[in-house]
Nanobody, 124 residues
Framework: QVQLVESGGGLVQAGGSLRLSCAASGRTFSTYAMGWFRQAPGKEREFVSA????????DYADSVKGRFTVSRDNAKNTVYLQMNSLKPEDTALYYCAADVSMLVLTTTPLPRYWGQGTQVTVSS
């Protein structure tokens, strides 16, 4: 069982930055690939980014490439999403997710574990 708690969301002006954190419980954190998803009002949840269990492999949605960076610290059981050059269209509820398979994170909306989400609002 893995429990995920996101933090770091907030209100920021366009062009600004935020760093989201996701703290995971459990001793097996380092065996899971971790991902970030987001859901804007009236839209479906979408993939944002993922990082492999070792941190050696990452993936991003085209809409955030070059602006967002995902990383993890297995010693702290935490995954991060650094978001730069934020745009109003980045406004959404951001969720952390975990699965043993990075392929599941990057190609399906069905990761095994989810956090409760943290709100990111970007004003124009």
């Amino acid at each position: 069982q893995v429990q995920l708690v996101e933090s770091g969301g907030g209100l920021v002006q366009a062009g600004g930055s935020l760093r989201l954190s996701c703290a995971a419980s459990g001793r097996t954190f380092s065996t899971y690939a971790m991902g970030w998803f987001r859901q804007a009002p009236g839209k479906e949840r979408e993939f944002v980014s993922a990082v492999s269990w070792s941190g050696g492999s990452t993936d991003y949605a085209d809409s955030v490439k070059g602006r967002f960076t995902v990383s993890r610290d297995n010693a702290k059981n935490t995954v991060y999403l650094q978001m730069n050059s934020l745009k109003p269209e980045d406004t959404a509820l951001y969720y952390c997710a975990a699965d043993v398979s990075m392929l599941v994170l990057t190609t399906t909306p069905l990761p095994r574990y989810w956090g409760q989400g943290t709100q990111v609002t970007v004003s124009s």
